[in-house]
């Protein structure tokens, strides 16, 4: 529904995310108000746009795109997904977001992917925090009162699902502002090819996207200039070449389009985000934070409704089907506290659900759970180009795809490690030089031939692989391409370890390579069961001198490879080795004290206790000086305490063995008081 000014709009009840129910009507000055007469799901203060009668049509053209090409999930060619009746709608499945804008007083928060921590905020974040409450928010409530907001997130946190989420609700709505989403790597590559302003590219962006549509330049300078348009910009940390001079652009931009009342979101990864910062006191920082298990649970709900619907149409059967299968999934994720971690995040929460789908036990490793997706993929692209008549040349398998995208994917990071796009002539490039290897041993002419042919089936069929942008080439998420890229790792490492270790030492520091880095150690641990080769690719990662402000990085970042693969996928001596350098380090004074902690924090998540846990420490009778003033006191008798205050760990033992019933476990004085019988007024023993 839209509001104008001063009106009052009939809502019904609205549940916010705190909890709070508001009955009644709702007033708002120059209110957009989206949702339906239960539930509001979208505030945007400011007005509708009200376009000129002679862009009229324009704008319902290009509206009817924006709900054409954003109203779908899209799983081309994902065997799970072949036999619905009908598309997954994105509004059916999505689950809002929640952001938190302020580091919470007192303690600090992580963010996390798949239960691991990542890095830290940007440097300049805390100075773009939002002000207020540092309660989490729903990205919705967070975007209605500011002007420039930037949305960081962890890979698969959902911010680009979030921009079409919204740009998919105001399309919908009538006399809402004028939503206008566009790519910035796709500017970013525009900009190299000559200096162009943002507002004048946003049309040339959808000049080769919406068929059949007239110049768009028009209807968006109206819309910006009357203040009624949300400028949404995906992905600032995709850009990695001339980062700077883009942002710039970005800032002149919205400096004159907020100043005329618009409103611009910006996403980007965590990761990438700190090389070039938007102007901290001109923007809103927001970081999204992982689904609780309130959101698994309603992601849970509305995955398998939809797709019970697709499946069954919308029947009695179906939703009795979708309940089972909503059970089903919940009871997997629960039965295993990695897959809960997973569960987390929002992208590997729709691969477990996928999975799931096809029967497959869920695994408990990041690893393991990338290999089945990229299996699945891989898999459902042969199948489609098994069906397609026309000669694309040899079906590759699983290991001989791998074979090709796992070099490719390592290449690319190497080339631009933040976004991995490359452009089709130097991906041919590469692709011919790589057929012409010792693998494949082609000559010159076919092995051309094989890369030509090989992006051909990339651009009909491919789900990991795709063109993204006309020329440009790039995996379908960098998760992925860093999945892949461990792998080129690997396969590198068969020929040379140590051509792979000097890789993994080069990039040891960098945030952008650790997810590759941690893969690649799993899988050869886990998935290649080779944990004596693991265990020394860890080592030497142990070994690896780290100074100045990185030092003690590569004793953390072992740690974490022996967390994610343990004992099993790095063999016994290699995890003892890490476990006594974490042991060292967090006791290591001269150590960063960042270092001391996470050291700590790692060992705790491991579940390492000291060898002398339930050791206790007799205390003789007798004289002993107490307290800051070196009193005299006297001990009547003697006793012993614990070396270590009680832990978790044994106060669980304790009530497992039902420690409250059982006098032996219990002093004089402490049945009593356990039993009632205890005097208060008698005197201390001691």
């Not at 795709?466 to 998760?479: A, C, D, M, P, V």
């Not at 650790?514 to 004596?532: D, K, M, Q, S, Y």
Request: glycine share 8%; with cysteine; charged share 25%.
């Amino acid at each position: 529904m839209s509001k104008p000014k001063d009106a009052r709009v009939k809502t019904g009840i609205e549940k916010m995310s705190g909890g709070t129910v508001i009955e009644g009507e709702v007033t708002a000055d120059r209110d957009v108000i989206m949702g339906d007469q239960n539930n509001i799901t979208l505030v945007i203060q400011m007005a509708g746009y009200a376009p000129a009668p002679n862009l009229t049509q324009l704008r319902d053209d290009y509206l009817a795109h924006l709900q054409r090409n954003y109203r779908a999930l899209d799983f081309k060619g994902i065997p799970q997904l072949d036999n619905l009746s009908r598309e997954l709608l994105l509004e059916e499945v999505y689950v809002p977001l929640v952001a938190r804008g302020e580091l919470p007083a007192g303690e600090t928060w992580e963010r996390r992917l798949a239960g691991r921590a990542l890095a830290e905020l940007p440097e300049h974040a805390e100075a773009m925090l939002a002000k207020g409450e540092a309660a989490p928010v729903r990205v919705e409530q967070a975007l209605a009162k500011q002007s420039r907001v930037v949305i960081i997130g962890d890979p698969g946190s959902g911010k680009s699902t979030l921009l079409k989420h919204l740009a998919l609700r105001l399309a919908s709505e009538t006399n809402a502002p004028l939503p206008i989403l566009v790519p910035l790597n796709a500017y970013a590559d525009a900009l190299a090819h000559g200096d162009r302003n943002l507002q004048t590219y946003l049309a040339e962006y959808f000049a080769g996207l919406a068929h059949g549509i007239a110049n768009l330049a028009p209807l968006f300078a109206d819309s910006i200039a009357k203040g009624q348009a949300v400028i949404l910009l995906d992905g600032l940390d995709e850009v990695q070449r001339d980062r700077a001079h883009l942002v710039a652009r970005v800032e002149a931009f919205t400096a004159e389009a907020t100043a005329r009342g618009n409103k611009v979101v910006v996403t980007s990864r965590v990761v990438g985000y700190r090389e070039s910062p938007l102007a901290p006191k001109a923007w809103t920082l927001f970081t999204l934070l992982d689904f609780d298990r309130d959101a698994i649970e309603e992601f849970a709900r509305k995955w398998c409704s939809a797709f019970e619907k697709s499946v069954r149409g919308d029947t009695p059967e179906a939703q009795a089907s979708a309940e089972e299968e909503r059970k089903s999934l919940i009871e997997a994720i629960d039965a295993n506290p990695g897959v809960a971690r997973l569960a987390s995040n929002p992208l590997l929460l729709t691969i477990l659900a996928l999975i799931k789908r096809q029967g497959v036990s869920l695994p408990n490793r990041r690893v393991e759970l990338y290999e089945l997706y990229l299996k699945t993929l891989i898999t459902a692209w042969s199948r489609a180009r098994a069906l397609d008549k026309r000669p694309v040349g040899p079906l590759l398998d699983y290991l001989e795809t791998i074979g090709v995208l796992g070099p490719l994917a390592l290449w690319l990071r190497q080339e631009n490690p933040t976004a991995g796009i490359v452009p089709e002539e130097r991906l041919r490039e590469w692709l011919a030089k790589h057929f012409q290897g010792d693998e494949w041993g082609l000559k010159p002419g076919p092995a051309a031939e094989r890369a030509r042919t090989f992006l051909a089936s990339v651009r009909t069929y491919s789900n990991l692989l795709l063109e993204r942008g006309q020329g440009r080439y790039g995996f379908i998420h960098l998760t992925f391409e860093e999945a892949l890229a461990a792998r080129g790792l690997v396969r590198l490492g068969e020929l040379s370890l140590h051509d792979s270790l000097a890789i993994i030492c080069a990039h040891l520091t960098d945030p952008g390579w650790r997810e590759t880095i941690l893969l690649a150690v799993g899988v050869w641990g886990l998935v290649r069961e080779e944990p004596r080769k693991a265990g020394e690719v860890a080592r030497a990662i142990l070994k690896h001198e780290c100074a100045g402000e990185n030092a003690g990085k590569g004793i953390l970042l072992a740690g974490a490879c022996l967390e994610d693969v343990g004992e099993l996928g790095l063999g016994r001596v290699a995890a003892q080795e890490i476990t006594d350098a974490l042991l060292t380090a967090y006791r290591h004074r001269a150590l960063p004290p960042t270092v001391q902690r996470d050291a700590g924090f790692i060992l705790g998540r491991m579940g390492w206790t000291p060898p002398d846990l339930n050791a206790f420490i007799p205390i003789p009778a007798g004289e002993f000086l107490y307290g800051d003033d070196k009193r005299k006191t006297k001990i009547e008798k003697p006793f012993a305490i614990s070396k270590y205050p009680v832990t978790n760990r044994q106060y669980r033992e304790f009530v497992k063995a039902k420690g409250y019933d059982r006098r032996e476990f219990w002093s004089d004085d402490g049945w009593a008081w356990r039993t009632g019988t205890w005097d208060s007024k008698a005197s201390d023993s001691l």
